[in-house]
């Protein structure tokens, strides 16, 4: 069962749709479901779909010709396969579809241009001089992102421009990827995206009928099954220097944020290098940095201001729980990893993942109108604010902190200023307070909101507050993870 991509499937269909050619660009990570996607978009149309194989440009051209010649293409009677790449390329133009768009997809586009590098100026010739004004959709599709931004689609490449349509593919948002699993409680769905985050190809190892507990030991820490050895192979595809790699991923993962302390943890003595490989994680979409939502650009422009995350929830979960413990369960000692070093830790490290879904929500109740206003920012906060200290004259001081998620208006003349507890505990009215009195300083200068969002509920003087203050609004567990706006 094909389970979300409405946005990804609209934008084709849309392209397939239109009175002229086109050219589509479609790319994105490993395992985002690229191949999938697309298949399930062709799957009620004339096409030909082409997966590219790292191997030789005689080899890959011969594959190709056997591809095309299986739609019966009046050529097949006189050649065996096409003599060169112009040719094979023209041969859209006879594909036998009638009025129907001539349909062809070539996944893994950058094998194909590995092999031979006069591709995509051969396919800029023919486009230019042919193929724009016909009615016909190619579809170049790849997983290699920094080959497909910085060699293909870049100012002064032969595709440059070119493209009718460039979609770079994300993993599945919170709302879709647990879909898979419509049986699993509220708070299971938090902590299973938090494992495996909008990855379909992980999504789908897990067992919808096995409880979370018996997935994570079956499909992950066990010896043998798929994802036991999904990091390791997709290091290796990516990535020379593999153990350099490891350590910065495992830094970050046990809490190491800043470029310094991922520096210092990784054992790498210079922190430029540490930057360099740090630059090829996010462009492997492994790593993001995150800035405060009122960084400047000389902060945005300086790698060592910030704070470095894993935007794999599966990377994350690896190098926290499994990468550590591995002898253990190369031991097959599971259940000892899972009791001992999993379970206690598991509803603390869904937390930070937390965040996350309830920034997603806030997007859906951005889309129905039922915010205060509609932000155009949203992010995490971070700097220095006056916060509650009773041990002081004045009963406060100032600190460094952290607001979870702030939204602002146009011009800044509203904020929405919101927190998100996931634990076991309701969220208390002196939590209220701590968050109040962040941003006290700008407070004169623009309307206030704010949104909490909580696991286990609100306190009853919270509760009681939130019905007379219309500037508070509570959201519960339920209407976060059922979208209940």
Same mark, same amino acid.
């Given at each position: 069962?094909?389970?979300?991509?409405?946005?990804?499937?609209?934008?084709?269909?849309?392209?397939?749709?239109?009175?002229?050619?086109?050219?589509?660009?479609?790319?994105?990570?490993?395992?985002?479901?690229?191949?999938?996607?697309?298949?399930?978009?062709?799957? $009620?149309?004339?096409?030909?779909?082409?997966?590219?194989?790292?191997?030789?440009?005689?080899?890959?051209?011969?594959? #190709?010709?056997?591809?095309?010649?299986?739609?019966?293409?009046?050529?097949?009677?006189?050649?065996?396969?096409?003599?060169?790449?112009?040719?094979?390329?023209?041969?859209?133009?006879?594909?036998?579809?009638?009025?129907?768009?001539?349909?062809? &997809?070539?996944?893994?586009?950058?094998?194909?241009?590995?092999?031979?590098?006069?591709?995509?100026?051969?396919?800029?010739?023919?486009?230019? /001089?042919?193929?724009?004004?016909?009615?016909?959709?190619?579809?170049?599709?790849?997983?290699?992102?920094?080959?497909?931004?910085?060699?293909?689609?870049?100012?002064?490449?032969?595709?440059?421009?070119?493209?009718?349509? &460039?979609?770079?593919?994300?993993?599945?948002?919170?709302?879709?990827?647990?879909?898979? #699993?419509? /049986?699993?409680?509220?708070?299971?769905?938090?902590?299973?995206?938090?494992?495996?985050?909008?990855?379909?190809?992980?999504?789908?190892?897990?067992?919808?009928?096995?409880?979370?507990?018996?997935?994570?030991?079956?499909?992950?820490?066990?010896?043998?099954?798929?994802?036991?050895?999904?990091?390791?192979?997709?290091?290796?595809?990516?990535?020379?220097?593999?153990?350099?790699?490891?350590?910065?991923?495992?830094?970050?993962?046990?809490?190491?944020?800043?470029?310094?302390?991922?520096?210092?943890?990784?054992?790498?003595?210079?922190?430029?290098?540490?930057?360099?490989?740090? %630059?090829?994680?996010? /462009?492997?979409?492994?790593?993001?940095?995150?800035?405060?939502?009122?960084?400047?650009?000389?902060?945005?422009?300086?790698?060592? %201001?910030? &704070?470095?995350?894993?935007?794999?929830?599966?990377?994350?979960?690896?190098?926290?729980?499994?990468?550590?413990?591995?002898?253990?369960?190369?031991?097959?000692?599971?259940?000892?990893?899972?009791?001992? =070093?999993?379970?206690?830790?598991?509803?603390?490290?869904?937390?930070?993942?937390?965040?996350? &879904?309830?920034?997603?929500?806030?997007?859906?109740?951005?889309?129905?109108?039922?915010?205060?206003?509609?932000?155009?920012?949203?992010?995490?906060?971070?700097?220095?604010?006056? @916060?509650?200290?009773?041990?002081?004259?004045?009963?406060?001081? @100032?600190?460094?902190?952290?607001?979870?998620?702030?939204?602002?208006?146009?011009?800044?003349?509203?904020?929405? =200023?919101?927190?998100?507890?996931?634990?076991?505990?309701?969220?208390?009215?002196?939590?209220?307070? $701590?968050?109040?009195?962040?941003?006290?300083?700008?407070?004169?200068?623009?309307? #206030?909101?704010?949104?909490?969002?909580?696991?286990?509920?609100?306190?009853?003087?919270?509760?009681?507050?939130?019905?007379?203050?219309?500037?508070?609004?509570?959201?519960?567990?339920?209407?976060?993870?059922?979208?209940?706006?």
């Amino acid at each position: 069962m094909f389970i979300g991509r409405e946005a990804e499937l609209r934008f084709l269909e849309e392209r397939y749709e239109s009175n002229r050619g086109e050219l589509v660009v479609l790319y994105g990570r490993r395992r985002v479901g690229k191949t999938e996607t697309l298949r399930h978009f062709s799957e $009620d149309k004339p096409h030909v779909f082409f997966s590219c194989r790292e191997c030789t440009d005689q080899l890959q051209l011969k594959s #190709f010709s056997e591809k095309v010649f299986k739609e019966d293409i009046p050529v097949k009677k006189y050649i065996s396969a096409f003599p060169d790449w112009e040719q094979a390329f023209r041969s859209v133009l006879d594909l036998p579809y009638g009025a129907k768009k001539k349909l062809l &997809i070539i996944d893994e586009f950058p094998y194909m241009c590995k092999s031979n590098t006069s591709i995509p100026s051969i396919l800029q010739n023919l486009w230019d /001089e042919l193929l724009k004004d016909s009615n016909i959709m190619i579809v170049l599709c790849g997983s290699a992102m920094s080959f497909i931004e910085k060699e293909l689609l870049a100012e002064k490449n032969p595709l440059y421009g070119r493209a009718t349509g &460039i979609y770079k593919m994300d993993p599945m948002g919170f709302y879709d990827a647990v879909k898979f #699993f419509p /049986e699993y409680s509220s708070k299971d769905k938090v902590i299973l995206y938090s494992v495996l985050g909008g990855i379909p190809h992980y999504l789908k190892q897990f067992d919808p009928t096995l409880s979370l507990a018996e997935n994570i030991k079956h499909n992950i820490l066990t010896k043998g099954c798929a994802l036991y050895s999904e990091v390791d192979f997709l290091l290796k595809q990516e990535l020379r220097e593999t153990t350099v790699y490891n350590s910065i991923i495992e830094a970050i993962a046990l809490g190491a944020t800043k470029l310094n302390e991922i520096s210092q943890r990784s054992l790498l003595d210079d922190t430029s290098k540490t930057s360099a490989y740090l %630059r090829n994680l996010k /462009e492997l979409g492994l790593v993001k940095r995150e800035l405060s939502i009122d960084a400047g650009d000389n902060e945005k422009s300086n790698a060592g %201001r910030g &704070i470095y995350k894993l935007s794999d929830s599966f990377f994350r979960f690896w190098y926290a729980f499994a990468f550590t413990n591995i002898s253990d369960l190369e031991s097959n000692d599971v259940q000892g990893v899972y009791t001992y =070093v999993v379970e206690p830790q598991l509803h603390q490290f869904a937390s930070f993942t937390f965040e996350d &879904i309830c920034k997603e929500y806030m997007m859906e109740l951005k889309k129905q109108n039922a915010l205060p206003f509609r932000y155009t920012k949203m992010g995490r906060w971070f700097g220095k604010t006056t @916060i509650r200290d009773n041990t002081k004259p004045t009963g406060t001081r @100032i600190a460094e902190t952290e607001i979870d998620i702030l939204a602002t208006s146009t011009g800044k003349k509203e904020y929405l =200023v919101s927190e998100c507890k996931f634990k076991s505990q309701p969220f208390s009215y002196s939590e209220y307070l $701590d968050t109040a009195v962040k941003l006290s300083s700008y407070k004169n200068k623009a309307d #206030f909101y704010y949104a909490l969002f909580s696991e286990n509920g609100f306190d009853i003087r919270l509760t009681e507050k939130a019905k007379d203050d219309r500037s508070l609004y509570l959201y519960s567990l339920d209407q976060i993870v059922n979208r209940i706006i």
